[in-house]
């Protein structure tokens, strides 16, 4: 009979309250070294090793690779239960944007100027400049030809969108009709993973780079640096990220 | 044997294009020399030098030899020459012998700063004896990293230079004797389980820093961090240096909406700088600062709620309330400092003095024997009472014992306890005192009297022990338990007889 | 870094480092932190005080870097070859020595055979055995430290007036070192022997050696011998006893100019010939490339940092930035190794020369990660090599920017040894070294490993605190 061990992890009190409930079990969405997706209920959370993207729907794990999840895989009672391994959640961290005071985005902007880094012009080639335009003016329009288009783990437009999303809650100008138009098309037309992650953006979670750079930006800064470790996020998300909180910070949209 | 042999024979060869490193030769010839049997080894290459030598030990060297050729020299005795031969062969093949284990691995670092060198760490823990632990602070401060001092013992002095060494370079010093902090969700010495959320603490009392903490816990508010400062901080000398260094950190992090500050009152001078410090911050500053004439610690979390809009709850509290009222004395028996300086607060307010190995006044203090035929107060976490052993939150003989002792004096109307859960502490504190509540209960009512037993649970529903868990428990063996150390000091209060108040 | 506006460990999930008690360390584990535990053991007894002190001292921090800083900026060029009398206005009765300062009465047997050498060489005496008189009277001869003359020389170190001396220059600050020519291996003077094959070669290396590399260095411009350093590490020499890929690189830099010095060319074959089948030549390079480094930080107020280890085969002495040119000594070790011929460990003198130069600036058993095959002088394994190297980086207060080690991912050789980190670990310096024969005239007896006697740490602890307490 496996000796059955203990892992602690730290996740967000949403991500917590997933693991709540009686047992049961979840399947498998992706599975690399650095990290483990798993889906249960239509939403999905993450079990993230050490070098894994610290997305906002991830338990982090103080390992160098996520275990083996085996042929069977439950979630509940608090936890998550893998081959041999029960995942506990014994920390809970902050996975939200500061607040700004108000569209403090134009430091971001000259960063991402055209030509200034490969990753950026590449984010930006992906996607329709139509529909980034109507994004920036807060047209629900823009989602629907955003979502699912370009490439990653997570689609380019969904890391845009994702980027805007948080980007409007930190300024405290939240929009009603981009958010509804999320959530009423994000099931179809998106990965599993990357619906989950757009629907906690609408609350304002997000990765830690994205948080250091709004924090460095309610201070006034220029987040030079804080771009820098953001652009090095995932192969494209950390560009559509910046991309989508750039848009999010410009003036325009319902809230402005 | 043959006696017509000479008893040692010599053995000289020369191997063509066999080059080995002179110094692994110089291993080989050292484990040829060890073979029994064998009086002297020599296997080398050929140069000039070690020609030298080998006609010095009485070895004749072909004259054709170059310093290219690999010279095998051995004498010997009682040994086959092919024995002698092989153990060359062997110590020639070990000297390519690739055993790389470990060459992988690292040993531990040896100092904070080699630590610190080694990866980049945004928090140094110290809690090496205190006579040590300035010197790996002060690695932490040079390597711009902020540190935890949880040593205690730490002289005075040393503590005003890591603090201004610290304040010039921006770094955030916690301590010395920091028994609490929380950053990043992660609880650090003794310390709870909580959620994040908007509410940053400075705490220069580590107990105090815990009640403030779990009360917001229950009233579903989180922290954004809870930063130690050390018991000294806000006294005269070292002025205040690292709370200064705490109110701007969290002043600085959006998060934070609201900062407590818990402390007791501080020297005058330092209160005056940090009340000017607190108001030229942003973010609001709500003090706590426990002492006589001023509000305890729930009341100071009743208006930081307030204040952050948040609804003000009924505080937990398990158990039947007692009723009635007792004769005879309050005892308080407490693992918290703060905890126990807030009770004393509380309760000498109606009952009038009360006696502490920490007390309010100087005329108030207990012998060694902490008895007294009055309303007493014990910290068993005082340095008096933890020289040489460890803390009661983790080790709780000696609390049991005094509880056993004053449960069996017929003086002792009510007893005051204080359990603290979370990180660092006991792993089921409740277990062994709900069984000493019970007896001491039974005990007094075989003895006619109705002890009654008060309980401040400080702790959340995440932490390692459980608070629910653990109230219950208590609750079970016959306490009031409250999650408010002061609705627990003024129930118990409530149940001595007018005349002993 | 935060700076006091910043919020430093509120940003970010915290990477803790813990010293101390497990329990804490292993609550952090708990909660899914990561954290880096230190080994943390108490300081040498009777240094915590001291070491408090120095923590404290406002100075400490920005010497050090100083005196890294001025270490790192050092180029040692070769630029010249000369006799000691010319360069160090020796006369002939001067004679100079490994090591701190030490008198006939207190020399060891190799040191006392080097003097006696050197004593016939500059014909004071017909035979070597008549020097004995002439030193324990001590008329018409004196013996000074070469260090106390920007010099430094192996095992015995004996400098004379008639030797000829490597001339290195730092072009930035035209400050100086000097060290004598290597004699090679086996029965020579540095190592006590002073046979007459002994003193011939001397005569030579005067005559012949000498005035041909004077001309060809002369002719050729000044050779870089820390840039020759930087390479050597990256070919498995460690410089201090390995330095092989040095010797033929020094070689390939100087032989066409000695082939059109007009010399003989015998004598440029002869000499060819010698350097060529030297391996240690080069030697007597690095040491002084490293004397003017570590000499670069020198009397700098409030540094903790080692600027000499040296050995005169009776005391080990080193010498520290903050400390002027105090010496702390002990006695000299006996070397753990392996030994030449029929000799065995009773045959052995004490730890002796000024090569530990060369791990005070970094190199040597410092580096030894770069060199396994030295480990095998004490039978120790290629992990051994990498394990010293990294355990030299827990006393030392950088790495070196341009002495690089390959294996260890080019990680910079540990260099600068802090008094204060060998008193907090108790780790002692790691050296290699040949060793000599303790009976005058004897030579060298094997190689091996040996460390100073802790006791001087302490020793120059008190003296940096002492300081810091008089400015105080």
């Known amino acids: 009979m496996p000796v059955r061990t203990a892992l602690a992890a730290a996740a967000s ?6 693991l709540a409930g009686p047992r049961r079990p979840a399947q498998v969405l992706a599975r690399g070294r650095s990290a483990l997706y798993l889906e249960v209920g239509g939403a999905c959370v993450g079990l993230l090793a050490r070098a894994a993207v610290r997305v906002p729907i991830g338990l982090r794990l103080d390992v160098g690779e996520v275990p083996e999840p085996g042929a069977h895989v439950e979630i509940g009672d608090g936890g998550c239960a893998l081959h041999e391994m029960d995942v506990r959640v014994v920390r809970s961290v902050d996975v939200t944007v500061p607040r700004l005071p108000g569209l403090a985005g134009s430091a971001l902007a000259q960063l991402l100027l055209p030509g200034r880094d490969a990753r950026v012009d590449f984010a930006y080639a992906e996607l329709p400049a139509t529909a980034l335009a109507g994004l920036a003016a807060g047209e629900p329009e823009a989602v629907r030809q955003l979502l699912g288009r370009g490439s990653g783990l997570t689609p380019t437009g969904d890391d845009v969108l994702a980027g805007w999303l948080v980007a409007r809650q930190a300024a405290g100008r939240p929009d009603a009709a981009v958010i509804d138009a999320v959530g009423s098309c994000v099931r179809a037309a998106t990965s599993s993973l990357s619906a989950t992650l757009l629907r906690r953006a609408t609350v304002g979670e997000t990765v830690p780079e994205v948080r250091d750079l709004l924090r460095c930006l309610a201070r006034h800064g220029v987040p030079v640096e804080e771009l820098d470790r953001l652009l090095a996020v995932g192969s494209s ?10 848009l999010g910070l410009a003036a325009g949209g319902a809230g402005s | 044997m043959s006696t017509d042999q000479p008893p040692a024979r010599t053995h000289v060869e020369l191997r063509r294009g066999a080059y080995a490193d002179s110094v692994a030769l110089l291993q080989v010839s050292k484990d040829v020399a060890a073979t029994d049997g064998v009086a002297a080894a020599q296997v080398a290459m050929a140069t000039p030098l070690n020609v030298a030598v080998l006609a010095d030990m009485g070895f004749a060297v072909p004259a054709s030899a170059t310093p290219n050729d690999l010279v095998v020299a051995v004498r010997f005795e009682d040994q086959e020459l092919a024995t002698v031969l092989a153990a060359v062969e062997a110590a020639l093949a070990a000297t390519s012998r690739r055993d790389l284990a470990g060459t992988g691995t690292l040993a531990a670092p040896r100092t904070t700063g080699s630590a610190l060198r080694r990866t980049a760490a945004n928090l140094a823990l110290v809690s090496v004896p205190g006579e040590h632990a300035f010197v790996e602070a002060m690695d932490a401060v040079e390597a711009g990293c902020d540190v935890l001092v949880f040593s205690d013992n730490v002289p005075l002095e040393q503590e005003v230079a890591l603090k201004r ?16 902090a929380v950053v990043g969700g992660l609880g650090l010495g003794f310390a709870n389980t909580v959620q994040p959320g908007p509410v940053g603490i400075v705490a220069a009392s580590g107990t105090g820093c815990q009640q403030v903490l779990t009360l917001l816990d229950a009233a579903g508010v989180g922290v954004s961090a809870a930063l130690g400062v050390g018991g000294r901080d806000l006294s005269a000398p070292v002025g205040g240096l690292s709370t200064r260094q705490a109110l701007l950190r969290l002043d600085a992090d959006p998060a934070t909406e609201l900062i407590i500050v818990v402390s007791k009152p501080p020297a005058p001078v330092v209160a005056e700088e940090l009340t000017e410090l607190a108001a030229g911050l942003h973010t609001p500053v709500q003090l706590a600062l426990l002492g006589p004439g001023r509000p305890d610690l729930t009341a100071a979390t009743e208006q930081a709620l307030t204040a952050l809009g948040r609804p003000v709850p009924a505080w937990p509290t398990w158990g039947t309330p007692a009723t009635g009222h007792r004769p005879g004395f309050l005892r308080g028996l407490f693992v918290g400092g703060t905890l126990c300086d807030e009770a004393m607060l509380i309760a000498s307010e109606s009952l009038g003095p009360v006696r502490s190995n920490i007390p309010l006044r100087p005329e108030l203090a207990l012998g060694p024997d902490l008895r007294a035929a009055a309303h007493l107060m014990i910290d068993f976490g005082d340095d008096a009472l933890t020289a040489g052993r460890a803390h009661p939150m983790i080790d709780p003989t000696l609390r049991l014992a005094a509880l056993a002792a004053q449960a069996a004096d017929p003086s002792t109307g009510v007893l005051l306890l204080d359990v603290v859960l979370g990180h660092g502490a006991e792993d089921d504190p409740a277990a062994a005192l709900a069984r000493a509540v019970a007896a001491a209960r039974r005990a007094a009512a075989d003895s006619g009297r109705d002890l009654a037993v008060v309980v401040a649970c400080i702790g959340t529903r995440r932490d390692p022990q459980g608070l629910a868990a653990q109230a219950g428990a208590l609750a079970e063996a016959g306490a009031v338990v409250f999650a408010s150390n002061a609705a627990a000091a003024r129930h118990a209060v409530s149940l001595l007889a007018p005349g002993d108040r | 870094m935060a700076g006091p506006a910043g919020i430093g460990l509120l940003r970010d999930e915290p990477t803790v480092v813990a010293v101390g008690a497990e329990r804490l360390a292993d609550a952090v584990v708990a909660q899914a932190a990561p954290v880096l535990r230190v080994d943390w053991r108490p300081p040498m007894p009777g240094t915590a005080a001291d070491l408090a002190t120095l923590a404290g001292d406002p100075l400490r921090a920005a010497a050090n870097a100083r005196a890294m800083a001025a270490v790192l900026g050092v180029q040692a060029m070769l630029v010249d070859v000369q006799p000691a009398a010319e360069v160090l206005g020796l006369a002939a009765g001067d004679f100079l020595h490994a090591g701190p300062p030490i ?40 013996m000074e430290p070469c260090h106390h003359h920007s010099a430094v020389g192996p095992m015995a170190g004996v400098v004379s007036a ?56 002369r002719a050729s411009g000044p050779v870089d011998v820390t840039g020759i350093l930087t390479q050597m590490l990256q070919m498995g020499d460690e410089a201090h006893n390995r330095n092989r890929a040095g010797t033929l690189m020094l070689l390939r830099d100087l032989a066409p100019a000695m ?36 000499d670069a930080a020198r009397g700098i107020d409030g540094s903790t940092m080692v600027v000499a280890m040296a050995r005169n085969g009776t005391d080990f002495g080193i010498q520290v930035a903050g400390t002027g040119n105090a010496w702390f000594t002990g006695p000299a070790q006996l070397a753990d190794g392996l030994f030449l011929g029929g000799y065995g460990p009773e045959d052995a003198n004490p730890d002796i020369g000024d090569s530990a130069i060369t791990e005070t600036a970094g190199l040597g058993g410092f580096s030894m990660a770069t060199a396994p095959a030295i480990v095998r002088f004490v039978g120790g ?4 090599a990498l394990g010293t190297t990294r355990r030299m980086g827990e006393i030392t207060l950088a790495e070196s920017s341009r002495w690089t080690i390959p294996v260890l991912e080019f990680q910079g050789a540990p260099t600068g040894i802090d008094v204060t980190k060998v008193c907090r670990t108790g780790i002692l310096p790691q050296i290699n070294t040949g060793m000599a024969g303790k009976v005058a005239g004897v030579g060298q007896v094997g190689a091996g ?15 940096l605190a002492s300081a810091v307490r008089g400015r105080g």
């Open chain 3, 381 to 384: 394994t290629v992990p051994d």
């Open chain 1, 237 to 246: 998300s950390g560009a559509g990220l910046a991309i989508g909180v750039r």
């Open chain 3, 259 to 294: 082939v059109e010095s007009g010399l003989a060319g015998a004598d440029i074959a002869a000499a060819l010939r010698f350097i060529g089948g030297n391996d240690h030549f080069f030697l007597n390079l690095a040491m002084p490339a490293c004397k003017l480094a570590l």
């Open chain 3, 449 to 463: 490993l040996v460390n100073p006697p802790a006791e001087i740490f302490p020793a120059a602890l008190t003296a």
């Open chain 1, 13 to 18: 009190p949403w991500v917590t309250a997933q």
């Open chain 3, 103 to 142: 008198g006939w009465d207190r020399a060891s047997g190799p040191l006392r055979g080097a003097l006696m050498g050197a004593a016939a060489l500059e014909g004071l005496v017909d035979d070597p055995e008549e020097a004995t008189a002439l030193f324990a009277a001590g008329t018409g001869v004196s």
């Open chain 3, 162 to 217: 008639s030797m000829w001396l490597f001339v290195l220059e730092n072009p930035a600050t035209g400050r100086r070192a000097y060290c004598s020519l290597n004699e090679g291996l086996g029965k020579v003077l540095r190592y006590g022997a002073y046979a007459p094959e002994v003193l011939e070669r001397l005569r030579w290396m005067s005559s012949v050696l000498g005035p041909l590399l004077r001309t060809a260095v």
């Open chain 2, 165 to 180: 060494a610290a304040g010039a370079a921006g770094v955030l010093v916690m301590g010395p004797d920091c028994g609490t």
